[in-house]
């Protein structure tokens, strides 16, 4: 029989680990964004009873670089108000460059379109004003030395006013905590990735049907196997129940047979395997059938398995679980599996029927 392989499973384990690694980092070390915050704004002179024809805005912009390896190179940085679809007012920020981690406040005011005062003012009066604060720049990070390419930017947020002309405090999800959440996901994933425990291997290394090559015509016969049960896990073991062994040959079941629960150890010497040496009898209503097919080389039995199995890990018991696998065993003329071959059982089709 050949021997299974895991070492590539393994590697492609360790391989997807270190790409998740990897993937953590980059998310670690790439530049963020920079936080745009009117932290005040005001529009003097709104709710008095002088009906000026014109007016002013007064804001407080903090620009925060949040990051603490990079430095941001900005432009010019276009700050604009729209009230409805009408631009009331703009801005022009002239280009600067900003440390790491560092926050510019921006203390300006603008002045108001002529022709859009009025029906601001009305609308401030009867607390319905809204504006729209529109920003737009490109910037270039500064990270150890080396120059990014240009990334553009583009934010907008929403400015409810007061009957009083000034905002009304409103509460923004901070951006930082959500890529942190996001992060701390990542990490707790990959941690899981290393300790979630692993199911057991289930093989059957030895497979024979006696008697079957010969002349004599018996009217039953039985069935012996070799099954290998291996706990994969360094850091788990696994307590079985029942495990229920079923052969079928096309739809029929020629034997079963039950292996009692166990308690199996951690694999710490790569050595801990269950090993079931056991025979059972053919239904004798089958027996004929598939000793025909034996010895026409065309025999093919489907063998089921399932148990359920619990887990405990530093100590700590997982829930049960349910293990169902099942393989194909090819049958050659002298009753042994076909080219001693192991028969590795695998997830069983949905579409199977126990």
């Not at 704004?41 to 014109?54: K, L, Q, R, V």
């Not at 409805?84 to 600067?96: A, L, R, W």
């Not at 002529?114 to 500064?142: C, G, P």
């Not at 905590?177 to 290394?205: D, E, K, M, N």
């Amino acid at each position: 029989m050949c021997e299974t392989k895991s070492f590539y499973f393994w590697l492609l384990q360790v391989i997807g680990l270190l790409g998740i690694l990897a993937l953590c980092l980059w998310l670690a070390m790439r530049p963020k964004s920079p936080n745009y915050t009117i932290v005040n704004f005001s529009i003097p002179g709104a709710n008095t009873s002088n009906e000026s024809d014109h007016g002013s805005i007064q804001y407080e912009l903090d620009i925060e670089n949040p990051n603490q390896d990079s430095g941001i190179y900005y432009d010019d940085i276009f700050l604009m108000f729209y009230h409805g679809e009408d631009k009331v007012g703009s801005k022009t920020i002239p280009s600067f460059y900003q440390g790491k981690d560092k926050t510019r406040q921006v203390i300006d005011q603008l002045d108001v379109e002529t022709r859009f005062w009025t029906v601001l003012r009305k609308a401030i009066m009867n607390a319905t004003a809204e504006l729209r604060a529109d920003l737009s720049t490109k910037i270039r990070y500064n990270t150890w030395g080396i120059k990014s390419k240009q990334h553009g930017i583009n934010r907008e947020g929403k400015i409810p006013i007061g009957k009083d002309a000034i905002m009304c405090e409103t509460k923004n999800l901070c951006l930082w905590l959500v890529q942190l959440v996001y992060i701390l996901g990542l990490l707790a994933f990959c941690l899981w990735l290393a300790v979630h425990p692993r199911s057991p291997a289930y093989t059957i290394i030895k497979f024979s049907v006696p008697l079957t090559n010969h002349n004599n015509g018996s009217s039953h016969g039985r069935i012996e196997y070799e099954l290998d049960i291996k706990n994969p896990n360094r850091d788990s073991c696994i307590l079985y129940d029942d495990t229920f062994l079923t052969f079928y040959y096309g739809e029929d079941k020629v034997g079963n047979k039950t292996i009692p629960c166990f308690y199996q150890g951690k694999n710490r010497e790569k050595s801990e395997i269950h090993r079931l040496s056991d025979q059972m009898d053919v239904e004798t209503r089958l027996w004929t059938d598939l000793r025909k097919a034996i010895m026409n080389a065309s025999a093919e039995l489907t063998v089921d398995l399932s148990t359920k199995i619990v887990y405990y890990t530093w100590g700590i018991k997982s829930k049960q679980q349910g293990i169902k696998r099942e393989g194909k065993i090819r049958i050659g003329k002298d009753g042994m599996i076909l080219n001693n071959k192991e028969v590795k059982l695998r997830h069983a089709s949905k579409k199977w029927k126990l």
